[in-house]
């Protein structure tokens, strides 16, 4: 079995990769004699094979985690692992988990092991989320703390925090110790994080394009409690708009990142 976690958000997957390894430890090994993790990008040749071909020690299954062999500098170990992808050489007592920080791969060996690895049936993609997508997962990691959300809050959290995975979720852990099994208000978020208001406009705008219609008039409430007005807020909109046009018309150019 071959399992390929990839994406620039780290945390996210990071944490799916430990909740797989955990779950094969509990279940097929609890001794811990058949977990094995490598460095692929500073893995000596050979190594990732005979991890992966080594049969199991007093257990039915053993499991190689392989992290950064796609996207590491140093590709010693890119030949190997290809063939035991493409020729499918990998044992059935083998859990091969394929672990990558990124989901863009510059090494044209790189790109065609990926190209095999996204038509094998367990995959996990994990990008950076977008403001929307940030939102949505902080607020499933709010019903998992046993918290609950006002109007707002993950909305404000979200523009004031950011879209890391892992700033979001440092603060609702503060959040938690703060208001244990309470609702979380726009007020609760603004003792932790205050919001520049380029971040809470961009938000906002995001909200505005993709439709939705009640976060866009949460955020616009919260600024008018700020004390702002609506010629400022439609400046900064403008702006916002006006930003994002000049970034369109420098790629239709060619212009450089």
């Known amino acids: 079995m071959i399992i390929f976690i990839y994406g620039s958000d780290t945390y ?141 809050a993950v909305e404000s959290l979200v523009a004031g925090a950011g879209t890391d995975s892992f700033v979001i979720e440092q603060l609702l852990l503060q959040l938690k110790a703060y208001k244990p099994g309470g609702n979380i208000t726009v007020a609760d978020v603004a003792q932790f994080v205050e919001a520049p208001m380029d971040d809470n406009i961009f938000a906002l705008v995001e909200h505005f394009v993709r439709g939705n219609a009640k976060a866009a008039l949460s955020m616009m409430r919260a600024q008018y409690k700020n004390g702002e007005d609506e010629n400022f807020i439609l400046l900064m909109l403008i702006r916002q708009a006006r930003m994002m046009l000049l970034v369109a018309d420098g790629l239709t150019r060619n212009e450089s990142p």
């Not at 859990?95 to 094998?120: H, P």
Request: one cysteine or more.
């Open 12 to 152: 996210r997957s990071r944490q799916y990769r430990d909740k797989i390894v955990t779950k094969f430890q509990t279940e097929k090994d609890p001794g811990g004699y058949n977990i094995v993790n490598i460095d692929g990008e500073n893995a000596p040749v050979g190594q990732i094979t005979q991890e992966v071909c080594s049969a199991p020690f007093l257990s039915e299954k053993r499991m190689v985690v392989v992290k950064n062999t796609l996207s590491g500098k140093v590709n010693k170990a890119l030949d190997e692992l290809e063939t035991l992808i493409s020729e499918k050489k990998v044992p059935e007592s083998t859990v091969l988990v394929i672990w990558e920080r990124t989901e863009e791969f510059k090494n044209k060996t790189a790109q065609g092991i990926v190209k095999l690895l996204q038509a094998e049936k367990f995959k996990e993609h994990f990008p950076t989320l977008g403001v929307s997508e940030a939102a949505g997962w902080a607020k499933q990691q709010l019903t998992a703390f046993g918290l609950s959300a006002g109007p707002g």
